[in-house]
């Protein structure tokens, strides 16, 4: 493999595809599986059962698929799946997952994880996100589908944070995020929502208004939660454009186990 930097230590049993690149240094693991076209930089540490997909691109010093950080871990075969075409930034830290949970750590696709951040044990990540600098997810934390974590923002175990939703910087996030939401602060609160963000993912005007009087009904109007979630349910009829969108903030609702940011 004229791709492996002579100085790279690779475990003999480890399954590298050939077009994979190692810098300088770095160590892998016997149990790790990398697919075609994956660089890995200089002084990363990828261990553990970590299998990593197609055209991923890991800078120097990150460390993926170490043992989680829980007390609780006592070596069992967990793992950790990242997938394809995702940049993974300098100092990274993904963990494998614990048999607590699902017993995996999963990141999506084309995800965009910048320097310093942590993706604690069983979390999962989906696909186009962006997460900051340094910021922290505690474990079993989900994290749908184009999201944008700020910077320095912690994210409490067990939270989900909806798709399209925008977190600002050095937020701290404890309660359940609905999609489609911009939260910020310390303690959080819900500002408004992500409107810039989905016009440039190509919502119609008329997705977006459904959006809006969903966010109405939900923040806006002094419901309960239960009366917000009824008037919700009878948006589709008046918003037919966005009934998917609805069904997919009530579903959220549904499986939500922390409470929502209010």
């Given at each position: 493999m004229s791709n492996i930097h002579p100085t790279a230590l690779v475990a003999a049993g480890a399954s590298l595809d050939p077009t994979v690149t190692v810098g300088p240094y770095t160590v892998i693991g016997p149990h790790v599986v990398i697919g075609p076209g994956t660089t890995v930089g200089a002084h990363c540490v990828i261990d553990g059962r970590t299998t990593i997909g197609e055209d991923n691109r890991i800078f120097q010093f990150a460390s993926l698929g170490a043992a989680p950080q829980d007390k609780k871990y006592a070596g069992e075969p967990t793992r950790l799946l990242i997938g394809n075409r995702n940049t993974i930034r300098e100092f990274c830290t993904f963990n494998l997952g614990t048999t607590q949970d699902k017993g995996v750590t999963t990141i999506g696709d084309d995800n965009w994880i910048m320097a310093y951040v942590h993706i604690a044990h069983d979390c999962l990540v989906g696909n186009q996100t962006i997460l900051a600098n340094n910021a922290t997810l505690a474990g079993h934390v989900h994290v749908a589908d184009q999201a944008i974590i700020g910077g320095l923002t912690g994210i409490h175990q067990f939270v989900k944070?909806?798709?399209?939703?925008?977190?600002?910087?050095a937020s701290h996030i404890s309660q359940d995020v609905p999609p489609f939401m911009m939260v910020d602060g310390n303690p959080l609160a819900v500002r408004g929502l992500n409107?810039?963000?989905?016009?440039?993912?190509?919502?119609?005007p008329a997705r977006v208004a459904g959006i809006k009087q969903m966010h109405r009904v939900l923040y806006r109007q002094g419901l309960t939660l239960d009366a917000a979630r009824t008037a919700m349910g009878e948006l589709p009829s008046s918003h037919p454009e966005a009934a998917t969108d609805i069904a997919l903030v009530l579903a959220f609702l549904d499986g939500s186990t922390r409470g929502i940011a209010r």
């Open positions: 944070v909806g798709a399209h939703v925008m977190a600002g910087f409107l810039e963000g989905l016009r440039r993912r190509g919502f119609s």
